[in-house]
């Protein structure tokens, strides 16, 4: 994922940044119309300085894909012709494939992930994960911010198995149906789940229990799955619940 780089470095903070954002952009994470964070906001999710905000935003204003008006929030363009070729090559080649086949192989390669994670995430990244959550609480109504804090939680997550290439599939897969989880996640109570998800996924990271880490967080990819395919396939859902009625 552009941007998804850990420990962002300070030489390269504005553009790993703007990258970040382009690609939720481009990835139908971020739509047009929706209002970015505040700077301070997303200094605290993104753990980088509110300067460097400001100079990843100015970036994507110059490509035409975000709207800066002084006294209010930032406002989403959309792609402005731009592509981020390889990015979105993997995610056309996902979207062919059915949502079960997906989940499938997402719970298999993350629960790999997480039980490297467990016995290799540092202190730091795990602090940073219940700082993310303890932000999350506060988003219940807010799924532009939720989304980007959502992706930081996963992008810490999948860095902290210390193998880059799982790192690569697993974001791939997290990319997959985007537009669709954008639609769920404005749905009753659907971040409510997936916060309690997160603090439960932090809390077995920080017992080291790799048992535990990866129930909590194959729970947590049921929920995602439930909840996208709800608003994927909501006449398959309706007959589903008439056939139990």
């Known amino acids: 994922m552009p941007g998804g780089e850990q420990g962002i470095r300070k030489r390269t903070v504005r553009d790993q940044l703007a990258d970040k954002l382009s690609y939720m952009i481009h990835s139908g994470l971020l739509q047009s119309g929706d209002d970015l964070p505040s ?6 999710t993104l753990k980088v300085s ?4 400001r100079s990843a935003i100015a970036v994507l204003a110059d490509r035409g894909m975000v709207e800066v008006s002084q006294g209010s929030r930032t406002r989403i363009v959309g792609t402005a012709g731009l592509t981020l070729v390889d990015s979105v090559r993997s995610m056309s080649a996902l979207k062919t494939q059915h949502p079960n086949v997906v989940n499938e192989a997402r719970e298999q390669i993350e629960a790999q992930v997480i039980r490297l994670a467990t016995a290799r995430i540092s202190e730091a990244d795990l602090k940073h994960m219940h700082n993310l959550v303890d932000a999350q609480k506060q988003m219940l109504n807010d799924p532009v911010a939720f989304q980007i804090s ?6 810490t997550l999948y860095a902290a198995c210390g193998n880059p290439l799982l790192t690569n599939f697993v974001s791939d897969l997290y990319d997959y149906a985007l537009d669709f989880r954008r639609q769920a996640l404005q749905r009753p109570n659907t971040i409510t789940q997936s916060v309690q998800d997160h603090e439960r ?4 990271l920080g017992t080291r229990n790799a ?21 994927m396939n909501p006449a398959s859902k309706a007959k589903r619940k008439g056939s139990r009625s």
């Open 50 to 53: 509110r300067e460097s905000v």
């Open 150 to 155: 959502d992706r930081e939680f996963h992008s």
């Open 201 to 204: 996924i932090v809390k077995a």
């Open 39 to 44: 700077e301070r906001e997303l200094s605290n």
């Open 211 to 231: 048992q535990k880490a990866e129930q909590a967080l194959v729970s947590h990819l049921e929920h995602i799955h439930q909840s996208t395919e709800a608003v």
